[in-house]
């Protein structure tokens, strides 16, 4: 089984509203990733947590706040979002981040549609 | 700065076809190489990876890798209406480092 699960899938929110994305394994995975992705661009990497600690913070500004609660969740706090930022978030997980390809490989959540009006 | 370039595309082929994807890269220490396809509006979905020279199989899809030259290619063979999706490349390094994605190919299999 390879199921990351996002929630939800879509989200509509005012600029000054505070809501959180939710994103769960059930693999094992040490290491759990949030990614930002705009109409035809790849995916942007925002965070990276490993074994439940923060490791990368990709210069993302402060309005989102990730969280692990533990090794199967992994949250993000969204708060005082600008329109700009509306995209699919994408979750993802990896066994761990060796730099080999088989614990390396990422598994992707279905993602949440993200709207800021 | 690691970079990884793909073709834009869009890439159009009849179907039944070969298709094609190519993608190139600038770190010479990276060490695998994965493909994924994501139709519009969905994730990536993860369709091989491949970290040694040579020709990696799976059904329909192969995954060429050339270390030398710095490049990874995917071909799709008696490819499907189905097919049509955005291919995206991605590379790593060494321990702990992220995936670099490519900007993606976008292949339209014509009927």
């Known amino acids: 089984d390879t199921e990351v699960t996002q929630t939800p899938k879509h989200l509509v929110m005012g600029m000054t509203n505070k809501k959180s994305l939710k994103c769960e394994q059930h693999?094992?995975?040490?290491?759990m990733y949030w990614y930002k992705q705009k109409a035809k661009k790849p995916p942007e990497l925002m965070f990276v947590y490993s074994y439940e600690k923060l490791s990368i913070n990709e210069s993302v500004p402060s309005r989102f706040s990730p969280e692990c609660p533990n090794s199967s969740l992994l949250n993000l706090h969204l708060h005082a979002l600008q329109p700009e930022d509306s995209a699919l978030y994408l979750c993802?997980?990896?066994?761990?981040?060796?730099?080999?390809?088989?614990?390396?490989?990422?598994?992707f959540g279905p993602g949440t549609r993200l709207t800021v009006l | 700065q690691k970079e990884v370039e793909q073709n834009s595309g869009p890439l159009s082929v009849p179907e039944g076809a070969i298709a094609s994807l190519n993608c190139t890269y600038s770190?010479?220490?990276?060490?695998?190489f994965f493909w994924y396809r994501q139709y519009s509006g969905k994730s990536p979905e993860l369709i091989m990876f491949i970290y040694s020279n040579g020709d990696k199989e799976d059904g329909r899809f192969t995954a060429q890798l050339n270390k030398a030259s710095q490049y990874v290619s995917l071909l799709i063979r008696d490819s499907q209406p189905s097919d049509s999706a955005t291919y995206l490349c991605?590379?790593?390094?060494?321990?702990?480092?992220?995936?670099?994605f490519g900007p993606g190919t976008r292949l339209s299999v014509l009927p």
């Open positions: 991605a590379v790593i390094g060494d321990y702990g480092q992220n995936f670099v």
């Open positions: 770190d010479r220490g990276s060490q695998s």
């Open positions: 693999m094992g995975h040490r290491a």
């Open positions: 993802a997980s990896s066994q761990e981040r060796w730099g080999t390809s088989v614990a390396d490989t990422q598994y």
